[in-house]
């Protein structure tokens, strides 16, 4: 059979045996008219009043948007939102946009006006959020752990704040969307590392689909109550990254909404497990750099047996990416074993641990192959993978070693369908 894999800018087209089990979520029809459904959303949402009424009195706007590591459809989302805003009476020197990095780097200008359309960056203030920068942070109050939590100053200097962003699921957080755009979003590096500890990521019930029980997503949602998010606009995509839904309103009951529709479309029941996988990490721009391609491999590994293996497909045109946390702590171990016993014995707590936590735990039950245009054989081998130029030939040797009775799987789109063994 021959299908397309999302695989960076282009795709990369395959051709795989008849016998290997394609794995897709439901199909959806996409909205005809994403923005009239987005200004439908605003005038009637999910649990609260009318956004014209609930801005009553309300003159400073701050709005959260996703950064350029997320397929969020900023250009499409943000104009109806602007527009209904400044019918409001909102000024558009009132408006600030506050691009949710995280522990991302920033977007350079070119970017940014990519992200939101030059026109909305040339006419709205537009602050990029550093997480390690001190003097652009404050404090929101105390979590029920009695941690202070630091986000965006502009953020909380605003009298009405409004979070955008897009619900899929996340290999930690249950799903996207809804509360992680304050937390991690816009929040201080500490208080992320904080949520990403050892223990959290290491929970049952830190995984994808899962909210109830989840200690990274309830301190994700405490954090996001004590930082006031008035308002919630999020969205769904199918795998064409075209607008499936709107959720927008009371923040916890229109993300949890938007959760109910993306879990019946984008995680599949399967009969497994499967001895080899082969996935994407759903492409540009969600495959940027190795680090969200442990995404990809997360989603394979659900499915994979326990000593079997995953052929991940990611562009990577950032590399590891270079540079950053999760690439020098890769370079400091020279297999899970060792970085996950370090993890157990209180070495490691810094920034992106949680990223080499999640791929480690994989690694020592499963092997992963890389195909990469952008990492390259000994940089994967750094990163404690096995590497790849030819996934049909790599696959082609892997049934061979697992005989005919071995089954094969392909996720084509990567993490943002996620399956999992009845």
Avoid at 246 to 269: L, N, Q, W, Y
Avoid at 280 to 297: E, F, I, T
Avoid at 310 to 334: H, M
Avoid at 395 to 404: E, F, H, N, T
Wanted: glycine content about 10%; some cysteine.
């Amino acid at each position: 059979m021959k299908l397309t894999l999302p695989y960076g800018r282009t795709g990369l087209e395959l051709e795989l045996p008849d016998s290997v089990h394609v794995v897709r979520g439901p199909s959806e029809t996409p909205l005809a008219d994403p923005a009239a459904s987005i200004a439908a959303a605003l005038e009637d949402p999910t649990g609260t009043a009318p956004l014209r009424s609930l801005l009553h009195g309300r003159r400073r706007v701050a709005i959260i948007h996703s950064d350029i590591t997320r397929a969020t459809p900023n250009a499409l989302i943000l104009p109806p939102l602007l527009s209904e805003l400044e019918r409001s009476g909102v000024s558009e020197g009132d408006i600030t946009l506050i691009n949710a990095t995280g522990m991302h780097r920033v977007q350079t200008k070119a970017e940014l006006e990519t992200l939101l359309g030059g026109a909305v960056v040339r006419r709205y203030r537009c602050v990029q959020h550093d997480a390690r920068d001190a003097s652009m942070l404050a404090s929101a109050g105390r979590t029920s752990r009695g941690d202070e939590l630091m986000v965006n100053r502009a953020w909380l200097e605003a009298d009405f704040r409004i979070a955008t962003g897009f619900i899929e699921p996340h290999f930690f957080a249950g799903y996207s969307g809804g509360p992680k755009a304050v937390f991690p979003g816009i929040a201080g590096e500490a208080d992320i590392i904080r949520n990403h500890r050892a223990s959290n990521i290491d929970h049952p019930r830190a995984t994808w689909g899962v909210t109830e029980g989840n200690p990274v997503w309830e301190e994700m949602a405490e954090g996001a109550r004590l930082a006031r998010m008035d308002f919630l606009l999020n969205v769904t995509l199918d795998s064409g990254q075209r607008v499936t839904g709107v959720f927008a309103g009371d923040p916890e009951s229109a993300h949890r909404a938007g959760c109910e529709h993306v879990k019946r479309s984008a995680m599949v029941a399967l009969d497994g497990p499967f001895d080899v996988v082969v996935t994407s990490n759903s492409g540009y721009p969600l495959d940027q750099n190795l680090y969200q391609a442990v995404k990809g491999m997360s989603a394979a590994a659900s499915i994979t047996s326990d000593g079997g293996s995953i052929i991940l497909a990611a562009a990577c045109e950032e590399g590891l990416p270079s540079g950053s946390c999760y690439e020098e702590l890769l370079s400091r171990f020279d297999d899970p074993e060792s970085f996950l016993a370090a993890l157990t014995g209180g070495a490691v707590s810094e920034a992106e641990q949680w990223q080499v936590q999640v791929q480690a735990k994989i690694l020592v039950k499963k092997e992963v192959y890389l195909y990469s245009g952008g990492v390259s054989a000994s940089e994967a081998g750094r990163a404690m993978l096995r590497h790849t130029a030819d996934i049909p030939a790599t696959l082609d040797s892997l049934m061979r070693r697992c005989g005919p009775r071995g089954r094969v799987a392909v996720l084509v789109d990567g993490p943002q369908c996620i399956p999992y063994v009845r």
